[in-house]
């Protein structure tokens, strides 16, 4: 129902108005969406793509992971890390230049859990980890 109804759409139309306080909640819906669906396909209730990687809302995620914002880089950086899980999803983080920022959110996140948790994801996946060894 999400996309269906065009929740996301709305999601990031709504951060254009640029009031730091509606982006940082979008950036926490976003984050707190992620990972409810990583968790649903690590338990096996969810299959495919993630519904965050259309209408835009990981190129959002991307181009926004370095706002000055702490609480908002801190959720969209825990949103990749989450999207990043799924295996369905690498093809999109390759092609978004995803899994540059998730190798710069393991070096340079203020936060060890989730520099832990980029890294943990960078090194779980044969994908990124071919991706990294090419550049």
């Not at 109804?5 to 951060?15: D, F, S």
Request: overall charge positive.
């Amino acid at each position: 129902m999400l996309r269906e109804e065009g929740g996301i759409k709305a999601l990031l139309g709504m951060v254009r108005s640029g009031n730091i306080d509606v982006i940082a909640q979008v950036a926490r819906g976003l984050a707190n969406f992620a990972k409810c669906e990583s968790r649903g396909i690590i338990q096996g209730h969810n299959r495919g793509r993630s519904l965050l990687m259309e209408d835009g809302a990981l190129a959002w995620l991307i181009a926004n992971c370095n706002t000055a914002s702490t609480s908002t880089r801190r959720h969209i950086e825990l949103a990749l890390c989450h999207l990043a899980q799924n295996e369905d999803n690498t093809t999109d983080f390759i092609s978004s230049g995803g899994v540059k920022e998730l190798v710069r959110i393991s070096a340079e996140s203020t936060r060890e859990d989730i520099r832990n948790l980029a890294k943990k994801t960078l090194k779980l996946s044969r994908t990124f980890q071919a991706e990294m060894h090419a550049e």
